[in-house]
């Protein structure tokens, strides 16, 4: 008989306890999973898709108008055309002509690895005939027996040659015939090639345009917990290794992730659609692959600022371009700007004062223009006499007529100084330096 043991709990209320914070703590675990798994980057992702699956089948049905109204196509498949006629005339004798090949070609193996086998043995008795060579008294019957097996690897040697030789020629034989079409073909194909890519691109982009098989790998990549092996939604990131970033007294390589939610920021034909889609405005000049500031090279933030490595409209550090803009991103984005974080992006106006920090040098750009016209006011109006700036810290101080209307900082830590200098028409000018 089992003691009784005292407690100073319930074990039924405890267990039920247990059990209903277990059911709680996966409802959460949940809960935060799909939280986690719905990132407000992947909406973003999801509506590029869809508009360049529009722009590819758009640029598509326009590629084929116009080869269907190109007179050199049409003319070539007209060719095309009567050529294979022609080919089905001698479809008897290419198909002999095939069987033929298949045959040597057996014969041609066959040959070949008895040469192989036979060269493999005189390559063994090579070794005992040099061998026997240098000895006291030197053996006739390894001098006959490699001698005669040299012979016969001679021989299967010429019968491969021989075979190998009929092979081309009876292929000689069968591009005569098929050369025609296949000189028509590579024409067609290069004048098609950017339909055929256009299509390639197509199958890759447009779920309706893939394979059975493709459909599936398309569904199951983006599935919950298999979507780390090879996601088609993801962040996307640039690292350049040449820029370093003070994380925590820490130099990191640079990391910009903006394209993660501007993805269509260098690629062309994008120029019209909202933001985050649209196309870069000077994409010879800046982020495009063959510009002299390439994406891959540069980033974003090196040239408008903000926190590269963020991935939200909030961690990324955007700056609003006027009151109206700021009062539509607080009702849409729920922004705020971005506490602790010392070099928030640029506002559009701004953008052209990013340029100074590697061309400050080489001005004016013609490339900036409010930029060149603020840095000639600056110096014209004299204000490095009071304003102390490292681009006129040895030239001679003296004021000249001018207006200064104040002093802008833009960083707490860095300090960055500026001016807002008055033109004429009313124009103002914010300079960073």
């Not at 640029?59 to 196509?73: K, R, T």
């Not at 014969?107 to 240098?134: H, P, R, T």
């Amino acid at each position: 008989m089992s003691e009784s043991q005292e407690r100073h709990y319930n074990i039924l209320k405890l267990n039920r306890l247990f059990a209903i914070s277990s059911i709680i703590f996966t409802a959460v675990w949940l809960l935060v999973f799909f939280d986690d798994y719905q990132r407000p980057w992947k909406k973003y992702q999801k509506e590029f898709r869809k508009l360049e699956i529009e722009k590819v089948r758009a640029d598509l049905s326009n590629l084929s108008v116009e080869l269907e109204n190109n007179s050199e196509y049409n003319t070539l498949k007209e060719e095309l055309s009567s050529s294979e006629m022609q080919l089905q005339t001698r479809q008897n004798e290419l198909d002999d002509i095939m069987n033929q090949l298949t045959i040597m070609e057996a014969e041609l193996y066959g040959n070949n690895q008895i040469y192989q086998f036979a060269k493999a043995d005189l390559d063994v008795l090579q070794y005992d005939y040099e061998k026997s060579q240098f000895g006291h008294s030197k053996s006739t019957d390894i001098e006959k027996k490699y001698f005669s097996l040299k012979d016969s690897v001679d021989k299967y040697f010429l019968i491969r040659e021989r075979s190998e030789i009929n092979i081309d020629q009876v292929n000689d034989v069968r591009q005569k015939i098929t050369s025609e079409i296949n000189q028509i073909n590579s024409s067609l194909k290069s004048l098609a090639r950017e339909k055929n890519m256009m299509q390639r691109k197509l199958s890759k982009v447009d779920p309706d345009a893939m394979t059975f098989a493709n459909k599936i790998g398309n569904i199951i990549r983006d599935l919950p917990v298999l979507d780390f092996i090879d996601p088609y939604y993801e962040v996307k990131q640039v690292v350049i290794n040449d820029l370093e970033e003070d994380l925590v007294y820490m130099g990191m390589p640079k990391v910009d992730r903006c394209v993660t939610c501007h993805v269509g920021i260098d690629k062309k034909g994008f120029e019209d659609v909202p933001q985050p889609y649209t196309t870069h405005p000077k994409l010879d000049l800046m982020v495009g692959p063959n510009s002299s500031h390439p994406i891959s090279e540069f980033g974003c933030t090196s040239c408008h600022a903000g926190r590269g490595r963020g991935t939200g409209f909030y961690s990324s550090a955007h700056s609003p371009n006027d009151k109206e803009t700021e009062h539509r991103w607080e009702e849409e984005h729920d922004w705020e700007p971005m506490h602790h974080w010392g070099n928030p992006m640029l506002p559009s106006r701004y953008t052209e004062a990013g340029c100074y920090k590697c061309h400050s040098g080489n001005m004016p750009l013609k490339e900036a223009k409010t930029l060149s016209l603020g840095l000639s006011v600056f110096e014209k109006s004299g204000c490095y006499a009071c304003h102390n700036v490292d681009r006129w810290e040895d030239t001679q101080k003296q004021i000249k007529n001018g207006h200064i209307n104040g002093l802008w900082i833009q960083d707490p830590f860095v300090i960055i100084p500026g001016c807002h200098i008055s033109l004429k028409k009313g124009i103002t000018i914010l300079l960073m330096i």
